[in-house]
C-alpha cells in the first residue's frame, strides 16, 4: 500500500477517526434504522424530521453494508495521501466543508424538484478528498479493478465528475445523490485552489508517480 509510513492511527490520525466514527454510527444504524435515519440523516427542512445537526450528522451515516465498505476504503486510500499534505486540520476543515457543500448541493436540488427524501453517507466528502488528490498528485497512476484500467488521477477524477453530473443531470441511477457528490468535488476543488495552486507555490511533491489500485 503506497504512502503507508506506519499505521493509519499514527500516520494519518484524523483519517483514522474519521473512520471509526463512520462505522460507529453504522452499527447504530444497524441496530435501530429508523431512529438513526430520522435523528441523523439529512432531511429537507420543509420536512418535519429536520434538525439543525443534520448537514453534519449525515456525513456519518450509511445506507448499507457495500456504501459504507466503498466509502471507507476510499477514504483510507486517498484520504492517507491527502491528510499528509494538507496536515491533520486542514484535512478536517476540507471533510466537513466537502459535506457541508454536498449537503447544500442536495438540498438545493430536493428544493426546486420537491422531493424531500432523506439522505445519507459521506460520498460528498469523499468526493472533495478524491478531487483533492487529483489536485495534488495530478499524475499518480489509479488502477480500478472494475473496469481493470489504470488512468492518472486527474483523468480519474475528471470521468468520475463527468458520469455524475450526466447521471444527475438525466436522471438515471435514481436513489444517489450525484448534486451531492458534485457539491463536495465542488468544494474540494476550491480549497485545494486556495491553499496550494496560488502563484508561487510548489505544485510537484515526491508520491506524484505511486501507484494506486483502486476497488470501485
Same mark, same amino acid.
Given at each position: 500500500?503506497?504512502?503507508?509510513? *506506519?499505521t493509519?492511527k499514527q500516520?494519518?490520525?484524523a483519517?483514522y =477517526? %474519521?473512520?471509526?466514527? =463512520?462505522?460507529i454510527f453504522?452499527?447504530a444504524?444497524l441496530? =435501530?434504522?429508523?431512529f438513526?435515519v ?5 432531511? #429537507?427542512?420543509?420536512v418535519?424530521?429536520?434538525? /439543525?445537526?443534520?448537514?453534519? +450528522?449525515?456525513?456519518?451515516? #450509511?445506507? !448499507?453494508?457495500w456504501?459504507i465498505?466503498?466509502n ?5 486510500i486517498f484520504?492517507m ?9 486542514r &484535512?478536517?476543515? $476540507?471533510?466537513f466543508?466537502?459535506?457541508? !457543500?454536498a449537503a447544500? @448541493?442536495q %438540498? *438545493?436540488v430536493q428544493?426546486f424538484?420537491?422531493?424531500? &427524501?432523506?439522505?445519507? *453517507? ?5 468526493y472533495?478528498i478524491?478531487v483533492a488528490f487529483?489536485?495534488?498528485?495530478p499524475?499518480?497512476k $489509479?488502477t480500478l479493478l &472494475?473496469p481493470?484500467?489504470?488512468? +492518472? @488521477?486527474?483523468?480519474m477524477?475528471?470521468? /468520475?465528475? !463527468?458520469i ?6 438525466t436522471?438515471t441511477?435514481?436513489?444517489?445523490? #450525484?448534486?451531492?457528490? $458534485?457539491g463536495?468535488?465542488l468544494?474540494g476543488?476550491l480549497l ?9 507555490? =510548489?505544485?510537484?511533491?515526491k508520491?506524484?508517480n505511486h501507484?494506486i #489500485?483502486y476497488?470501485?
Amino acid at each position: 500500500m503506497p504512502y503507508n509510513q *506506519g499505521t493509519l492511527k499514527q500516520s494519518s490520525p484524523a483519517t483514522y =477517526n %474519521l473512520i471509526v466514527v =463512520n462505522v460507529i454510527f453504522y452499527v447504530a444504524t444497524l441496530i =435501530n434504522e429508523t431512529f438513526m435515519v430520522k435523528t441523523f440523516g439529512l432531511w #429537507h427542512p420543509a420536512v418535519p424530521y429536520f434538525k /439543525f445537526w443534520q448537514p453534519v +450528522s449525515y456525513m456519518f451515516m #450509511h445506507g !448499507g453494508f457495500w456504501h459504507i465498505f466503498f466509502n471507507m476504503y476510499s477514504l483510507w486510500i486517498f484520504g492517507m495521501a491527502v491528510e499528509r499534505i494538507t496536515g491533520s486540520r486542514r &484535512f478536517l476543515i $476540507l471533510y466537513f466543508l466537502a459535506g457541508l !457543500g454536498a449537503a447544500a @448541493a442536495q %438540498l *438545493g436540488v430536493q428544493t426546486f424538484t420537491h422531493s424531500y &427524501f432523506p439522505t445519507v *453517507g459521506a460520498s460528498g466528502s469523499i468526493y472533495g478528498i478524491i478531487v483533492a488528490f487529483a489536485m495534488l498528485f495530478p499524475e499518480a497512476k $489509479l488502477t480500478l479493478l &472494475f473496469p481493470p484500467i489504470t488512468l +492518472s @488521477a486527474k483523468w480519474m477524477a475528471i470521468i /468520475f465528475i !463527468g458520469i455524475e453530473l450526466f447521471t444527475g443531470v438525466t436522471g438515471t441511477d435514481q436513489g444517489v445523490a #450525484h448534486f451531492a457528490h $458534485l457539491g463536495g468535488a465542488l468544494i474540494g476543488w476550491l480549497l485545494i485552489l486556495w491553499w496550494y495552486r496560488r502563484p508561487g507555490r =510548489n505544485k510537484r511533491n515526491k508520491y506524484d508517480n505511486h501507484y494506486i #489500485h483502486y476497488d470501485y
